[in-house]
């Protein structure tokens, strides 16, 4: 079955198949997407605009230095009212490494609840073991608190303490 996953309201995620069927597309109300695969192709439909990401799925390519252009881009669809649709061959390891990226950028979540948020969307999700620790080193670079070190800094208050 073919099908969008939603990881937020106006963020999905799936793979090319599903990705170039328009009917699908347009009931979901997909104005924005992500490509990120050299070779698949984007849908062909006049209203969805698109960028391109020409990585394969292999733990040495460099999927880091998309991780800003892409979570922007994804916001501004977002911010103006649209919907993106992040996509790769399978929808399982570069697909998903983007939303993740996004979701840490943008949603200020940390890498484990970023990703946690699109396997629930998208239980296949699994990005490969490089674009995983391209994602470590995002979290580092965005450094984004995660609770314990809020704790630790006093700005959480722990109610079992």
Not at 86 to 110: D, E, F, P, Q, W
Not at 124 to 138: C, D, I, K, M, T
Request: include cysteine.
């Amino acid at each position: 079955m073919l099908q969008l996953c939603k990881v937020t309201t106006s963020l999905l995620i799936s793979n090319a198949r599903a990705a170039c069927d328009e009917e699908l597309l347009a009931r979901e109300g997909v104005t924005f997407c992500v490509n990120v695969t050299r070779q698949q192709p984007f849908p062909s439909l006049q209203q969805v605009q698109g960028i391109r990401i020409p990585v394969f799925d292999d733990p040495a390519e460099d999927l880091y230095r998309y991780f800003e252009q892409c979570s922007n881009a994804i916001e501004e669809a977002v911010k103006s009212g649209g919907k993106c649709l992040v996509y790769c061959k399978n929808g399982r390891s570069r697909s998903a490494a983007i939303c993740t990226a996004y979701l840490m950028r943008h949603r200020k979540l940390t890498l484990k609840d970023a990703f946690e948020t699109v396997k629930t969307a998208r239980p296949v999700a699994e990005p490969n073991a490089g674009f995983w620790s391209q994602l470590q080193r995002y979290e580092e670079d965005l450094q984004i608190p995660k609770q314990s070190d809020l704790l630790s800094k006093g700005l959480l208050k722990n109610s079992n303490v």
